[in-house]
């Protein structure tokens, strides 16, 4: 059973610092990995996608991978009110295209102004 | 653009009836899925369209829900007879590449089944 693991939270920053989540993953053989944001009532909302390990910067927003390790991370600077919400990681296993995507059940983030 | 239209937004109904959420995807994209979100279980792929084909539906509860995609611009998620347990909000998504891609999520469905 593949299994992608996130703390619930809430993590909370204060506004202006750099909010770290992360995110590990069961599956060793996962290839695309994924952090999408959903405010409370919304749909989920794509941040950031990484394939190969390192970082991969994004404006405000860092995605790191690390595949030995099995873990890939989110990091948000200048944490700002408005980027309070539930981030939701995405691991895909597929060596093709068609291979089943597995969601974490999100870390709850609170900006605290 | 239009991103992925579902529709109801909201449907309460009782336990026992049949329940159809609609979804169009974005013009071009091939690929369609179906998600539920709930509290206790999070986002759950419960089938996903190549081309109108469904790939993979493992993620289907029981026989109770089935899936229909008859053209490019249009699929069913339907549930007979629905339960209590079935309470959810509902995702479509879709894209043009596969699940290995980034996926573009409709508003929702907030079903309830009393």
């Known amino acids: 059973q593949k299994e992608v693991e996130q703390n619930s939270g809430p993590l909370s920053v204060p506004e202006g610092a750099i909010a770290s989540l992360n995110c590990t993953y069961s599956?060793?053989?996962?290839?695309?990995f994924f952090w999408y944001r959903q405010y409370s009532g919304k749909s989920p909302e794509l941040i950031m996608f990484?394939?190969?390990?390192g970082d991969k910067e994004d404006g405000r927003f860092t995605a790191q991978l690390n595949k030995a390790s099995q873990y890939v991370s989110l990091l948000i600077r200048d944490s700002q009110p408005s980027d309070s919400a539930t981030y939701l990681c995405?691991?895909?296993?597929?060596?093709?295209?068609?291979?089943?995507?597995?969601f974490g059940k999100g870390t709850r983030l609170h900006i605290l102004p | 653009d239009a991103g992925v239209i579902q529709s109801p937004r909201h449907e309460v109904t009782e336990m026992g009836q049949e329940v159809t959420l609609r979804c169009k995807p974005i013009?071009?994209?091939?690929?369609l899925f179906w998600y539920r979100q709930t509290m206790m279980r999070g986002l759950e792929l419960l089938i996903y369209f190549n081309n109108n084909v469904p790939i993979d539906d493992s993620g289907m509860p029981e026989d109770r829900f089935s899936a229909k995609m008859p053209n490019a611009s249009f699929s069913t998620l339907k549930i007979q007879p629905s339960e209590p347990r079935d309470s959810a909000v509902y995702f479509c998504?879709?894209?043009?590449?596969?699940?290995?891609?980034?996926?573009?999520f409709g508003d929702g469905t907030r079903l309830s089944i009393l």
């Open positions: 995405a691991v895909n296993g597929a060596m093709n295209r068609d291979d089943k995507i597995i």
């Open positions: 990484i394939y190969s390990n």
């Open positions: 599956d060793r053989g996962s290839q695309s």
């Open positions: 998504a879709s894209n043009s590449q596969g699940t290995n891609q980034p996926q573009h």
């Open positions: 013009s071009g994209h091939d690929y």
